[in-house]
T-cell receptor, first 111, second 115 residues
Framework: GQNIDQPTEMTATEGAIVQINCTYQ??????LFWYQQHAGEAPTFLSY????GLEEKGRFSSFLSRSKGYSYLLLKELQMKDSASYLC????????????FGAGTRLAVHP | GAGVSQSPRYKVAKRGQDVALRCDPI?????LFWYQQALGQGPEFLTYFQNEAQLDKSGLPSDRFFAERPEGSVSTLKIQRTQQEDSAVYLC?????????????FGPGTRLTVL
């Protein structure tokens, strides 16, 4: 079966750092994606990890441990505009990029 | 256009009506995906096209759902005899190729409400 777990909601303060965790159990694994989705808008791509380790991109970093079925998204220097849902998605098939999504983590950033 | 577009953005249907949702992918993108997103949930895979070929329709909930991409560009998702449980946001995404690491670019979605 396919199972992707992430916290439902998180809150943080502007300027702080927040870590959003994602654990997965899937029948296949070809990489893990993080997307950001503001209410009523399209998901937008943040990061992709296929090898173990940390990928850094500006204020956002993403980490993957394949042996533990675990990833996290790290957001630094939080801004009010970072208030959104963050979706963890695993690419599961060998031939094309079929994504299995978690339910998303709603992040609220407060002043 | 620069991104994926979908129309209509909002659709209200009476139970039992048929609806058609349109997706215009990024020009030249080979792969096209449809997802269904219920309120407060992540997107769920419905179907996948590589050019005009529908290679995976394993996520379509019932035979009331039908998708096509006849010329390998624009795609239409059709839902026949809509039911209340079909109420959701329907997202379309496209990617440049079919490779595993290809980023999918999403459209804004069509919010379907079935009364």
């Amino acid at each position: 079966g396919q199972n992707i777990d992430q916290p439902t909601e998180m809150t943080a303060t502007e300027g702080a750092i927040v870590q959003i965790n994602c654990t997965y159990q899937t029948s296949g694994f070809n990489g893990l994606f993080w997307y950001q989705q503001h209410a009523g808008e399209a998901p937008t791509f943040l990061s992709y990890n296929v090898l173990d380790g940390l990928e850094e991109k500006g204020r956002f970093s993403s980490f993957l441990s394949r042996s533990k079925g675990y990833s996290y998204l790290l957001l630094k220097e939080l801004q009010m505009k970072d208030s959104a849902s963050y979706l963890c998605a695993v690419s599961t098939t060998g031939g094309y990029n079929k994504l299995i999504f978690g339910a998303g983590t709603r992040l609220a950033v407060h002043p | 256009g620069a991104g994926v577009s979908q129309s209509p953005r909002y659709k209200v249907a009476k139970r039992g009506q048929d609806v058609a949702l349109r997706c215009d992918p990024i020009s030249g993108h080979v792969s096209l995906f449809w997802y269904q997103q219920a309120l407060g949930q992540g997107p769920e895979f419905l179907t996948y096209f590589q050019n005009e070929a529908q290679l995976d329709k394993s996520g379509l909930p019932s035979d009331r759902f039908f998708a096509e991409r006849p010329e390998g560009s624009v795609s239409t998702l059709k839902i026949q005899r809509t039911q209340q449980e079909d109420s959701a946001v329907y997202l379309c995404a496209s990617s440049v190729g079919g490779a595993r690491a290809d980023t999918q670019y999403f459209g804004p979605g069509t919010r379907l409400t079935v009364l």
